[in-house]
């Protein structure tokens, strides 16, 4: 079976991503001794992904993949977006979420969408594959399951939040998911 290293220590990602890829044998940085935090110093997502897989590809000169991702807010000018991980200063999803109610509270436009990039480097060539998912910010927690914001994130044409609803029905419709749907179809056609 072929080999694929998943270039992130989220723990969130990774459990949606396994369940997404089935027919690859998936590696993480653990399996692969990589024990350094990896840099994401830069603006956009695609940037990060980037520096992401291509750390690891340098790392390990295995086939990897990358997603740097986040969550944009229209009120907040697309904030938190690359930031989404550390947006309270911290890499606390708590935190962070309950920065993103404040600075939310009393606005009536709660439009947001969740966008994802996922790097490629297969074969030392380097692809892009992208996903977004639009919603609105509610203005208190719901849900227990997935991570990050989920809790206040409910997807358009849903009653329930990303952390409410199971995660084959957010891997459907997320970001991450139409992402990763991609890559895989584009392994699928180079695999066989
Ligand atoms: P990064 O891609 O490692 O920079 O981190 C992405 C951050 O965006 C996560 O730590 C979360 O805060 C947020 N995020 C991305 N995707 C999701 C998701 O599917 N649910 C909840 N939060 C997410």
């Known amino acids: 079976m072929q080999e694929l290293v998943i270039a992130s220590n989220n723990k969130g990602k990774i459990t949606e991503i396994r369940r997404l890829i089935p027919d690859l044998s998936l590696l993480s940085l653990k399996d692969i001794n990589f024990s350094d935090e990896i840099p ?5 997502f695609e940037e990060n992904a980037f520096t ?3 750390t690891i590809h340098q790392f390990s000169r295995r086939n990897v993949f990358a997603d740097d991702s986040g969550i944009c807010i229209g009120h907040l000018n697309g904030a938190p977006g690359v930031d989404s991980a550390h947006y309270s200063g911290v890499r606390d999803d708590e935190k962070n979420l309950q920065k993103v109610l404040s600075e939310m509270k009393g606005i009536d436009d709660r439009r947001a969408w969740y966008k994802a990039i996922i790097c490629l480097i297969w074969k ?19 849900g227990a399951g997935g991570f990050g914001y989920d809790p206040i994130f409910v997807p358009d044409g849903y009653e329930q939040t990303f952390a409410e609803l199971p995660l084959s029905e957010k891997n459907k419709i997320s970001h991450r998911g139409k992402a990763v749907s991609k890559m895989v179809a584009f392994l699928e056609n180079v695999i066989r």
């Open 40 to 44: 994401e110093p830069y603006h956009t």
């Open 52 to 54: 992401k897989a291509n």
């Open 124 to 142: 030392d060539e380097v692809h892009y594959f992208d996903g977004t998912c639009h919603g609105k910010i509610l203005s208190s927690k719901r």
